[in-house]
């Protein structure tokens, strides 16, 4: 049988391959991964997933960027979308094959179509905010009231990213020394991982709501690609739901993701929301100053007013006094004489009264004298009768015990022919008791005898 060596096998496939597949074949696929090694080469994994919407992988294939081609590649590709390269991109490349007997199969990028990244990047972002709309929730988190003085505010950011520092450095130095009061939840701003873990940030505050007035959600600027995670459907999904405001500043004026979208209010920048922020402070204090000055004005227009009303009254209350007093006293003695009258009346009518209720009381007070006589008598009479009977019946009951006691006395025992048996002054029950040599004691009805066991 004729055989080759794997070397030869693999070199006939590398050259079907260079001979029958066709170089520079532009192809769209998706970076699963993506690595630049330190000579500057860029190692790619090119996949394709199913149309079917399972997200399963049906094709996948390795691919290599020359660092020559690498470095003029990536610096146009920046230029044109403001993003590098990167995995989760959709991107439209110019391939060639490439087979090697030691390697494998793989495939060489000679050139990319930014546009065409663009173009994906911008239909999932409008596929994100269709989807947002269709749940009805794209207007919900910009539709809550939002506090006059959002004094206490959830911060969701990273601990050491410079915009949270500029957030709260814009908050505690306020002109006016405005007290503000925050609590930072920690997230990953950036990267694959931040969605779910600005939305873990956002679970715990949900979870202490009531503790907050709104949301600020703040991270600094930075390259475009970092951008994608505000894009995220999730993430974009559970903000437009929070039943608190959101204020988002998580990037430069030119960035706006979907999240700044959904989200109540949205910043160009942390500082920006910072701002925001002590500007409701300026205005509720503005419109406090413009309060006191006009209730400042309307005090003294009201002390004019009652100055000179009190001015006329008083001089017409000089004028009526004398009047007034003179009919006041012609009433009080009007009211004096029919006084005593009404009092005469009264006196006579309650004397008549008490003289009635007292013949009453006292014909009252006999009636219930005498019916408590004869329930005493009645009670005394039932009372020695009950006592003869309780005597009488506990008479019987001690002369019953009595004899009880006399039939079981050990005296009538004995004369009755029994006899005890004793030992050491003790009853004797049993012979099991008993052993030999023991002195006993043997009382009858009439004198007792002594023994010894034996």
């Not at 030992?423 to 052993?435: E, H, I, T």
Request: with cysteine; net charge neutral.
């Amino acid at each position: 049988m004729d055989s080759l060596s794997l070397r030869d096998y693999l070199a006939a496939i590398r050259s079907v391959i260079t001979t029958q597949v066709k170089p520079d074949v532009w192809v769209h696929a998706e970076i699963s991964e993506l690595k630049v090694n330190a000579s500057g080469h860029c190692y790619l994994t090119l996949i394709e997933k199913e149309a079917s919407g399972r997200m399963n992988v049906c094709a996948k294939v390795s691919a290599i960027i020359w660092s020559n081609v690498y470095r003029m590649m990536s610096a146009m590709f920046l230029s044109v979308t403001n993003q590098q390269l990167q995995p989760g991109m959709s991107v439209l490349v110019c391939v060639s094959p490439n087979f090697h007997e030691a390697f494998g199969f793989s495939l060489v990028i000679s050139d990319i179509d930014p546009t065409f990244t663009l173009g994906d990047m911008a239909r999932r972002r409008q596929e994100v905010i269709e989807k947002l709309k269709a749940d009805g929730v794209w207007d919900m988190n910009r539709e809550l009231p939002f506090p006059e003085l959002p004094q206490r505010i959830a911060v969701i950011s990273s601990e050491t990213a410079a915009g949270f520092g500029d957030f709260i450095n814009q908050l505690e130095q306020n002109q006016r020394q405005f007290k503000f009061y925050w609590h930072l939840f920690p997230a990953i701003m950036q990267g694959a991982d931040a969605p779910a873990s600005i939305m873990e940030a956002l679970d715990a505050v949900f979870a202490a709501q009531e503790c907050f007035d709104v949301v600020a959600i703040v991270r600094g600027g930075g390259a475009s690609a970092d951008m994608l995670a505000f894009d995220d459907y999730d993430l974009s999904s559970c903000c437009a739901q929070f039943p608190l405001p959101i204020l988002s500043g998580v990037g430069h004026e030119r960035d706006t993701c979907v999240l700044d979208m959904v989200a109540f209010q949205r910043c160009k920048t942390p500082t920006a929301v910072g701002a925001l922020l002590v500007d409701c402070f300026e205005q509720a204090y503005a419109k406090l100053d413009g309060l006191s000055l006009s209730f400042a004005d309307g005090v003294r227009s009201l002390l004019r007013e009652e100055n000179e009303r009190l001015k006329s009254g008083a001089m017409g209350f000089v004028k009526s006094v004398p009047l007034a007093l003179t009919a006041e006293e012609a009433r009080l003695s009007r009211l004096n004489a029919n006084l005593r009258v009404m009092v005469s009346r009264r006196c006579q009518q309650e004397e008549n009264r008490l003289n009635a209720c007292a013949s009453m009381l006292k014909a009252s007070t006999k009636l219930k004298l005498q019916s408590a006589d004869m329930n005493l008598a009645d009670l005394k009479s039932r009372l020695q009768m009950n006592i003869k009977t309780l005597i009488s019946q506990k008479q019987n009951r001690l002369d019953l015990l009595e004899q009880k006691i006399e039939l079981q006395s050990p005296q009538n025992l004995l004369k009755k022919g029994y006899s005890m048996t004793l030992k050491d002054g003790k009853l004797v029950r049993s012979a099991a008791d008993l052993k030999a040599g023991d002195l006993l004691e043997t009382r009858f009805a009439v004198g007792s005898v002594k023994s010894r066991v034996e």
